[in-house]
């Protein structure tokens, strides 16, 4: 039904477990009064088993959907079989010690018209309206009519054709004070009725077949099951009724268990397709219902064994079925459960097992390695996928972190737009997030033997919501190692960069000196006047090789960040901007060296990107102090940009690296035509007294800033 799945978020009703109490005080009084009529328990036990299945699959389906037509009719069905079972016994009781008063006649027609308008509806209509509770077409209403019709006549010719009203003894009976004369004049119609009961049941199962044949994925799957239930129920009730007729038990054996398919083929298409979203609840019935098959046929299986050995059948036989039943119960329970999941899940866990071992890996102290592509494997496995994904998130877009199984070929990148999960071509997805930011994905791709369905889609998102951590911190890994690999390459192309600054300027000038000087030595003896002018170039260019090493020098670490701290270094930068740049950054004063390299150079960057790419006609640097932290920022009047679209390029990915390094963060704030804000804070400690001035400072401490 179409409105099923918003109804089953509402709080469980109550009222159909009071109506399953109900069936089970009418099976408890019955069952006592069978004992106290000297009846086979043993040929009762399997209906009472059946019908109990009835009453607890549409309990449950009713809790949770109360306008559902399929669980009504299966609650409705086991009220109805469980009043005529305890009428019809207390009539054969009361019968046989002389009472024929008005309650017996009660009790009677209960017992007559519990069967005929309790199981024959469920049994006729139920096929025609699974699995959503309306007719397969218009065309089928005729037909309803004519059940409704029939089901009315048999009941009319039960009130007014029978002479006598018996119980569960044919022998023992009450006048029938409803009884009409004139009908047995009329034919026998037994021969009709016994006809058509068969012919309508497999007209309504056709129903369904033709329901099968339109349906496709989880519709299609549902009706198959259902039909396959009701043709071993047509079988075995057939097989019960005829071929076993002489044996009472074997024959009770047969018809319960055809009267158990209905519920238990029920319960399997609601939880393996989800029909109504009751898959713990429907296994605990699978389970059930197979240890009521195995009771049963033990129970009969020892009493007819001891009646033939023994000749009778008396209470020790009972006795010892019920200590064998006992002792085999726990170990037939366990493996009633394992069937139930086999059923119910297939080769793959439960969604319970899937998320302890989930959580189990979590909490372990396992490797990032490890924990991806196993959360992978786990996922694949409890949602029965043919190929899960792990994703991450990198940058504007989703990236196969891990795949189940391992061999699955790799899909491209996925971009993100927003902070929404993109679609994945073929898979369903789930994002995983933590505190809100989004940082990747779970995926599968289904077979389409077993499409995706809710209870699925909530396994993913259960696994997803435990996620969020273990994804944060392979992004933790993988930003650590990439930003570690880039600040080996940014050193690395420092290094070239030096050496190549090195090997062009300076060097070339001091050869070029030390031959000037080899020359001016051949020339004081010969010609005095050709030194001293040979001197005078050796001195210009000595000059200027010493301007240059300074400029090379300054580039390393600045002499005035060295000599004065941030803010007259961040003015001498400011005065060559080619737009006008403020800085405040009153009171900021003299700072640990690492922290004024790094603001230093990154308020350097972000001046950069103003003048490249801002169109910016003024920008501010603000630096502010706190008891133990700085904070600065770089703000421009420019154009801005769209962070999720623009990326942030590889100059603001340094300035996030320096910032990183020393335990700071890094803020990005823009968006078209509200220009940009570049910031960050980094942690402050005690200033040393001694902050070095030494523009010549060792190497290895300044590139490495």
Not at 157 to 173: A, E, K, P, V, Y
Not at 352 to 373: H, I, K, M, W
Not at 406 to 429: F, R, W
Request: overall charge neutral; proline content about 6%.
């Amino acid at each position: 039904m179409s409105s099923s799945a918003e109804r089953i978020g509402t709080p469980p009703a109550r009222w159909p477990w009071i109506g399953l109490a109900v069936f089970f005080g009418f099976a408890v009084i019955g069952s006592i009064v069978v004992v106290a009529n000297g009846e086979s328990v043993a040929a009762q036990v399997p209906y009472i088993v059946a019908f109990t299945m009835f009453g607890i699959v549409g309990a449950l389906i009713v809790s949770r959907d109360h306008r559902n037509v399929i669980g009504l009719m299966l609650l409705y069905g086991a009220l109805m079989t469980s009043s005529s079972f305890m009428g019809g016994e207390l009539t054969t009781w009361l019968v046989e010690r002389g009472h024929t008063g008005p309650l017996v006649v009660v009790l009677a027609l209960m017992n007559n018209f519990g069967w005929l308008f309790g199981i024959l509806p469920v049994v006729f209509i139920l096929p025609l309206v699974f699995p959503d509770g309306h007719l397969p077409s218009r065309r089928w209403r005729p037909y309803l009519v004519f059940i409704l019709a029939f089901l009315s006549v048999i009941g009319v010719s039960f009130i007014i054709g029978q002479r006598t009203l018996t119980g569960s003894n044919m022998d023992l009976g009450v006048a029938n004070p409803f009884f009409v004369e004139a009908t047995t004049h009329l034919p026998n119609l037994d021969i009709v009725i016994a006809v058509l009961f068969p012919v309508i049941f497999l007209v309504s199962v056709g129903s369904l077949v033709m329901r099968f044949r339109r349906a496709a994925g989880t519709e299609r799957q549902q009706v198959r099951w259902v039909v396959f239930g009701l043709g071993f129920a047509f079988v075995t009730i057939l097989v019960g009724d005829f071929v076993l007729s002489g044996n009472g038990v074997l024959a009770a054996v047969m018809g319960g268990a055809g009267f158990l398919a209905f519920p238990v083929s029920i319960g399997i298409a609601v939880l393996r397709f989800r029909l109504y979203d009751l898959d713990i609840v429907v296994r605990k019935t699978v389970v059930a219902g197979s240890l009521a098959v195995f009771v049963a046929a033990v129970y009969a299986a020892i009493v007819a064994t001891g009646s033939f050995l023994l000749g009778r059948n008396d209470a020790t036989v009972s006795v010892i079925a019920a200590v064998i039943l006992a002792l085999a119960f726990q170990p037939v329970r366990a493996r009633a459960r394992r069937f139930a999941d086999r059923v119910v899940y297939g080769k793959r866990a439960n969604p319970y097992e899937v998320l302890t071992e989930f959580s189990s890996r979590v909490g372990g102290a396992y490797a990032t390695e490890d924990v991806v592509p196993r959360m992978a494997q786990i996922l694949g496995e409890g949602a029965g996928a043919k190929v899960a994904r792990v994703w991450l998130r990198v940058g504007r877009e989703l990236r196969p972190s891990a795949s189940w199984p391992s061999d699955a070929a790799a899909p491209p990148n996925v971009a993100i737009v927003g902070d929404a999960v993109p679609s994945i071509p073929g898979a369903y997805a789930a994002a995983v997030r933590d505190r809100g930011e989004l940082l990747g994905a779970l995926s599968v791709e289904m077979p389409a033997s077993d499409p995706m369905t809710p209870d699925k889609e909530r396994l993913v998102a259960d696994l997803a919501s435990q996620a969020g951590l273990v994804l944060r911190n392979v992004a933790l890994v993988e930003e650590l190692r990439g930003s570690r690999r880039r600040l080996v390459a940014a050193q690395d192309h420092e290094r070239r960069k030096l050496e190549r600054n090195i090997h062009d300027g300076a060097q070339q000038q001091l050869v070029a000196l030390a031959v000037k000087a080899r020359l001016a030595r051949q020339f004081v003896a010969r010609d005095p006047a050709k030194t001293e002018e040979m001197l005078g170039q050796i001195e210009a260019e000595t000059q200027t090789a010493l301007d240059d090493l300074r400029d090379l020098a300054r580039g390393i670490y600045p002499p005035l960040l060295a000599d004065k701290g941030l803010e007259p270094a961040l003015d001498a930068q400011a005065r060559k901007a080619p737009f006008p740049v403020r800085v405040d950054a009153d009171g900021v004063g003299r700072l640990p060296q690492d922290v004024e390299a790094a603001v230093y150079f990154s308020c350097l960057e972000a001046l950069q990107n103003v003048a490249k790419y801002a169109g910016a006609s003024e920008a501010t640097i603000t630096i502010t102090r706190a008891a133990a932290a700085l904070t600065f920022a770089v703000t421009d009047d420019g154009h801005g940009f769209d962070p999720n679209t623009v990326g942030s390029g590889g100059g603001l990915e340094g300035v996030a690296d320096r910032l990183a390094a020393i335990g700071g963060t890094f803020d990005l704030r823009t968006a078209p035509g509200a220009g940009t804000s570049i910031s960050g804070t980094v942690p402050v400690f005690d200033v040393p007294t001694d902050v070095p001035t030494d523009p010549a400072a060792p190497d290895a401490e300044r590139v490495g800033v």
